[in-house]
C-alpha cells in the first residue's frame, strides 16, 4: 500500500488548512486498508495522533489537542481520507503523517503499517 499525502505549508493563527491522502497498491481484498489516518510530529516531541478514521462502520478517534477544531473526512470510492484543520494554533506546528493499518490501531503509531511521506505545517502567530 502506497500514501500519497497533499496539502500542508504555511498559515497564521486561525487560518484552516486540508490535507489530503490517497491509498494506492490496493488489492481487491477488503482488509488491505480498514483504517487510515493523521499523525503529527514536532521537534522535541513524541509523535500523536491527531485523527483516524475506519471502513466499514468502525471508529474514528481525534486526539484531545484537536478535537473540535479538526475533522477527518473519508471518500471510501478513493481510498482517502481529508483533514480539515481549522483555528489553527502555532503549537499545531508540525510534520504531519498520514498512515494506514490493517485494523482500528487509534492512537498506536506502531499499529499502522503503511506511512505516507510527511507532509510541513508551519502556523505562525
Known amino acids: 500500500v502506497q500514501l500519497q499525502a497533499l496539502g500542508g505549508g504555511l498559515a497564521q493563527a486561525g487560518d484552516s488548512l486540508k490535507l489530503s491522502c490517497a491509498a494506492s497498491g490496493l488489492t481487491s481484498d477488503v482488509s488491505d486498508v480498514y483504517s487510515m489516518g493523521w499523525f503529527r510530529q514536532a521537534p522535541g516531541k513524541e509523535r500523536e495522533l491527531v485523527c483516524a478514521?475506519?471502513?466499514?462502520?468502525?471508529?474514528?478517534s481525534c486526539g484531545t489537542s484537536v478535537e473540535g477544531r479538526f475533522t477527518i473526512e473519508r471518500d471510501d470510492a478513493k481510498k482517502a481520507v481529508n483533514l480539515q484543520m481549522r483555528s489553527l494554533k502555532p503549537e499545531d506546528t508540525a510534520v504531519y503523517l498520514c498512515?494506514?493499518?490493517?485494523?482500528?490501531?487509534?492512537?498506536?503509531?506502531?499499529?499502522?503499517?503503511?506511512w505516507g511521506q510527511g507532509t510541513l505545517v508551519t502556523v505562525s502567530s
Open positions: 498512515a494506514a493499518a490493517t485494523k482500528w490501531n487509534g492512537h498506536f503509531s506502531r499499529g499502522y503499517g503503511s
Open positions: 478514521t475506519s471502513w466499514h462502520g468502525g471508529p474514528e
